[in-house]
């Protein structure tokens, strides 16, 4: 499985974007898929995840009411709708994909596939 995340930018707080991750290979509706950010010097940290029927979702305290997960299945797609952005979400976001999760959301450890990340950049 390809993971290819997309959508990152540039933008001013309080503005939005919506990030896609794209699955290449495997049954997409069959996986967990996610949402990490990483921002320079520090860990990679949860944002959100949502089943494999888009019915059970999970956020991040952080970003509840302002960043949302969904998907598409038929076209393969999970995103990440980004409102209300603040200079603190700036961050490398990836993507990630699970098949065999004990658990909702999944332990980032794992976490089967992983996409490159895009850059997403809030100024202030």
């Known amino acids: 499985v390809q993971l290819q995340a997309s959508g990152g930018g540039l933008v001013q707080a309080g503005g939005s974007l919506r990030l896609s991750c794209v699955a290449f290979g495997r049954a997409f509706s069959s996986m967990v898929m996610s949402w990490f950010r990483q921002a320079p010097g520090k860990d990679r940290d949860f944002v959100a995840a949502i089943d494999a029927s888009g019915v059970r979702t999970s956020h991040a305290d952080s970003v509840k009411g302002r960043l949302t997960i969904s998907r598409d299945n038929a076209k393969s797609t999970a995103y990440l709708q980004m409102n209300s952005l603040e200079p603190e979400d700036t961050a490398v976001y990836y993507c990630?994909?699970?098949?065999?999760?004990?658990?909702?959301?999944?332990?980032?450890?794992?976490?089967?596939?992983w996409g490159r990340g895009t850059q997403v950049t809030v100024s202030s």
């Open positions: 990630a994909a699970s098949y065999y999760a004990r658990s909702f959301p999944p332990k980032q450890s794992t976490y089967d596939y």
